[in-house]
């Protein structure tokens, strides 16, 4: 059966892993090397992923905080920027075909 910890970020923020097999401890130690742990994260739960404290929608993933018994969804916290912020405000502000298409070359190179 899988295993689920459960992570504090130091700002709050909820990290969720699970471990099929191997030793939890090592496991973590790769995760807090490869970045995907911070190396201030706290683990707040370990157990069974079937009985794991989570919400049972994902929607909300980013304001998901831990409150002592469970991982609670925390609506005072703002929703992350769209990742292509940037583009979609050069868009909205453009007033040329120029411009417009200077923000479509952006888009599609990526």
Known sequence: MPTV????EPGGAVKVTTLVAGDLEQESG?????????????????GEASLA???????????WR??????????????PPHPRQAL??????????????AI???VIQG
Not at 53 to 63: T, Y
Request: hydrophobic share 50%.
């Open 88 to 101: 979609l405000d050069a868009a909205a502000q453009a007033t040329t075909v120029a411009q417009l298409r």
């Open 5 to 8: 910890r459960i992570w504090q």
């Open 30 to 46: 790769k995760l807090r090397d490869s970045g995907a742990i911070s190396p201030g994260a706290v683990a707040v739960w370990d």
């Open 104 to 106: 479509l070359i952006q």
């Open 53 to 63: 404290p989570l919400p049972p929608s994902r929607v909300n993933r980013a304001k």
């Open 66 to 79: 831990w409150n002592g018994l469970r991982v609670a969804v925390d609506l005072t916290v703002p929703d």
